[in-house]
């Protein structure tokens, strides 16, 4: 897992370093950048975008190498000398002194082949104006590839929101750290690819969050000596009438990620008996399935019944981990007394996985500011509900109760389809069946999850027409993969 940093510890340690050239280092290693990306292109020529802060500053020391180094170099400085700070004022200055020239629009005429993109970075506070808005849609129009430094223009770096428009980069080099926002929200649709430099800073502050990025802890390996009741049953309750698929989903998942038995309760009255697709699959009355399972998922498909909702709060009464996903989420946001039952939990117990739309009801606000700041929004429901929050989306986010986040890096958009959710569930299950924490088995399912279905992509299944099922099968593939070879 990789630092993921605040706003704040970035400036502390700029500051802590103030007198160790970090916009030369960051300038030069922007250039080694470009000029490794430029290889077979040669005597290109590069458009500089340098803005009005120490973004700006950066892109100017870039330019200057770049120049050096024999490219062609067009800048485009859309701040005032007068008011630049100390740093990117140097580095304005020792660009003129280098021969280099200053438009404040973009040359006619020309083409390049690659730009440089140093309009904003980290000191980006509010929407884009119109001046910057129209150079980063012209940018984005002309199709050449761009180099975005520290963080795409326009890309708000806590959160990942587009400030009123922002450039689509092919490669974002950051800076001294991660930021979140190039990793959730919109971000990574903008980042292209991250590299990071921390520009000789070694020593690094404790850090905001964490970027799940490599298979976190992995459940123990099996004892020749087990048999199937060693690794844990799992329970799932909901499908109601149209919806047991759900419930077989999770199920399947579950099985697939190794749970020694995996029980379904359907409230469905027209169920079947059997899942005829995983005869390994016990279906039993809804009500019974907590006393067989050490793990519980309700939810899926389940429906907001009257029956619904006396199961969803005997089983929040119950000491079992708990899953909670759809329509008990939506449950738990329309009534209030199930809500104070969760409090009473054993921390630790309960994990809830909205995505933006439920975890919308449960914070009684609208999606768009569920999504405004991802991180936030996950770290209110930990909070609220004492519940291991999973909210879903591009970069799904992870939060505690005691305050601790994470986002993760595996994934992609085929996996917006029908049944993924089921199938996370059914995996967090699973894994906390076999003895994980349920922290440690959210952070896992979540990054297995996107993991396989990477995986997929890169076998052509997908991201077009891939499904949870096969998602799950791939994550089978995966866990045994990193746990046994
Ligand atoms: N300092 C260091 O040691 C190092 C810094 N580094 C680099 O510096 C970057 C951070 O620099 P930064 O703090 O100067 O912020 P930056 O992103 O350039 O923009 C700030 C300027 O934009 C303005 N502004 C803001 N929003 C605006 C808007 N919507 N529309 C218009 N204007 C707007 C804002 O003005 P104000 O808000 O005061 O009006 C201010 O003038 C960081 O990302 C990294 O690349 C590295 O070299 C490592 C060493
Ligand atoms: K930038």
């Known amino acids: 897992m990789k630092p993921l940093y605040a706003q704040s510890q970035l400036r502390a340690m700029e500051q802590a370093h103030a007198h160790d050239g970090l916009m030369e280092k960051a300038g030069a290693a922007a250039a080694r950048l470009a000029s490794s990306l430029l290889l077979t292109v040669s005597g290109a020529r590069i458009l500089v975008l340098a803005g009005p802060g120490n973004n700006g500053g950066d892109a100017l020391v ?13 800048v485009v400085f859309t701040g ?5 700070p100390p740093d990117a004022r140097a580095a304005y200055e020792a660009w003129l002194a280098d021969g280099g020239e200053i438009a404040s629009g973009l040359p006619q005429g020309r083409e390049w082949q690659l730009i440089v993109d140093g309009l904003f970075g980290i000191g980006l506070t509010r929407e884009l104006d119109a001046l910057h808005r129209d150079l980063v849609q012209q940018v984005n129009a002309m199709g050449v590839p761009v180099l975005s430094l520290d963080i795409p223009t326009g890309i ?15 490669h974002t080099l950051t800076f001294l750290g991660l930021k979140p926002g190039l990793y959730t929200q919109d971000g990574p ?4 690819q991250v590299y990071l430099d921390n520009l000789g800073l070694n020593a690094a502050p404790p850090a905001a969050g964490f970027l799940v990025d490599v298979p976190p802890a992995l459940p123990a390996r099996r004892r020749l000596n087990s048999h199937k009741g060693s690794h844990g049953s799992v329970g799932v309750i909901g499908g109601a009438e149209h919806m047991v698929g759900a419930v077989l989903l999770a199920g399947r998942a579950a099985l697939r990620a190794g749970a020694g038995r995996v029980y379904c309760g359907l409230l469905a009255g027209s169920a079947p008996a059997l899942d005829q697709g995983q005869a390994e699959l016990m279906l039993r009355d809804a009500a019974s399935v907590p006393q067989f399972a050490t793990v519980m998922v309700a939810g899926p498909g389940m429906g907001q019944s009257d029956t619904a909702v006396s199961l969803l709060h ?3 009464e119950l000491s079992q981990l708990l899953i909670l996903d759809a329509d008990a989420l939506n449950l738990l946001a329309a009534h209030p007394e199930l809500q104070a039952i969760l409090h009473q939990r054993k921390p630790g117990t309960l994990a809830i996985t909205p995505h933006p739309g439920e975890a919308a009801t ?8 569920v999504q405004a700041d991802r991180v936030a929004s996950a770290l209110r429901m ?3 509900f004492g519940a291991i929050v999973v909210l879903k989306g591009c970069g799904s986010v992870v939060a505690l109760p005691d305050g601790r986040w994470f986002i993760n890096h595996s994934g992609n958009p085929g996996m917006a389809s029908a049944g993924m959710g089921d199938t996370l ?6 894994l906390a069946a076999q003895e994980m924490s349920l922290e440690e088995a959210v952070l896992l399912a979540v990054y297995l999850h996107g993991a396989a279905a990477d995986s997929l992509v890169a076998k052509g299944v997908g991201p077009v027409g891939m499904t949870a099922s096969e998602v799950a099968s791939e994550a089978r593939a995966l866990l045994n993969q990193w746990r046994y070879r």
């Open 189 to 192: 649709d903008h980042a292209g």
């Open 62 to 74: 870039a330019a200057r190498y770049l120049r050096q180094q024999g490219y062609q170099v067009d």
């Open 382 to 384: 930990a909070r609220e």
């Open 314 to 316: 005997s089983l929040l």
């Open 156 to 170: 708000c770096m806590h959160t990942g929101r587009v400030l009123g428009a922002a450039v689509c980069a092919a």
């Open 362 to 369: 449960l914070l009684h606000i609208t999606t768009a500011e």
């Open 80 to 84: 005032t000398y007068a008011s630049l």
């Open 425 to 430: 569930c059914g995996i967090i299950a699973a």
